[in-house]
T-cell receptor, first 114, second 113 residues
Framework: GAGVSQSPSNKVTEKGKDVELRCDPISGHTALYWYRQSLGQGLEFLIY????????KSGLPSDRFSAERTGGSVSTLTIQRTQQEDSAVYLCASAWAGSGDTQYFGPGTRLTVL | AQSVTQLGSHVSVSEGALVLLRCNYS??????LFWYVQYPNQGLQLLLKYTSAATLVKGINGFEAEFKKSETSFHLTKPSAHMSDAAEYFC???????????FGKGTRLSVIA
């Protein structure tokens, strides 16, 4: 079946603008994760959704970052008032709910803030 | 808190030689351990995972890793490198199977003809 998809694949924006990044998880996966990959910080966890539970937002770097997941499926990561340090590749992953399950990653969205 | 240390940001091997990528972890609970591979401009692909079953885990593309609790290690090996193995490899740990992953900094593998 289809894997995790993300859009757009590339996004260039100006400092101070808001951006929205979209993730379509694998159908039926109840867990969804956002990670950020940057040269200086490596791969960092941002936020985690599990079913109908309150999301784990412990990895969000500032209150400019937020995410929602509608209908237990599609997720949108929003970055407000973007800064140059937000430039990175944003990766989404999804997984079944069972213990030990694999997280399947999308191809990522490369965000460049000018 | 969990953490992962990957020794060597860049490893270079000759085609046909042994590949050894090192990973050490720290975890307060029995961990779930993963190796992912990332090819240029692509997402992460799971190579293998340890979930408290067999300590020697076999993955895709001929890779395997051995969980050694006494050494808190989960090194990745492949007997014979192929040019197509050139990529970035990430070791990751999770407190349980469905919790967010904590990644190492990654090791870039180069394969020389």
């Amino acid at each position: 079946g289809a894997g995790v998809s993300q859009s757009p694949s590339n996004k260039v924006t100006e400092k101070g603008k808001d951006v929205e990044l979209r993730c379509d998880p694998i159908s039926g996966h109840t867990a969804l994760y956002w990670y950020r990959q940057s040269l200086g910080q490596g791969l960092e966890f941002l936020i985690y959704f599990q079913g109908n539970s309150a999301p784990d937002k412990s990895g969000l770097p500032s209150d400019r970052f937020s995410a929602e997941r509608t209908g237990g499926s599609v997720s949108t990561l929003t970055i407000q008032r973007t800064q140059q340090e937000d430039s990175a590749v944003y990766l989404c992953a999804s997984a079944w709910a069972g213990s030990g399950d694999t997280q399947y990653f999308g191809p990522g969205t490369r965000l460049t803030v000018l | 808190a969990q953490s992962v240390t990957q020794l060597g940001s860049h490893v270079s091997v000759s085609e046909g030689a042994l590949v050894l990528l090192r990973c050490n972890y720290s975890s307060s609970v029995p961990p779930y351990l993963f190796w992912y591979v990332q090819y240029p401009n692509q997402g992460l692909q799971l190579l293998l995972k340890y979930t408290s079953a067999a300590t020697l885990v076999k993955g895709i593309n001929g890779f395997e890793a051995e969980f050694k609790k006494s050494e808190t290690s989960f090194h990745l090996t492949k007997p014979s490198a192929h040019m197509s193995d050139a990529a970035e490899y990430f070791c990751a740990v999770a407190r349980s199977g469905n919790t967010p992953l904590v990644f190492g900094k990654g090791t870039r593998l180069s394969v020389i003809a």
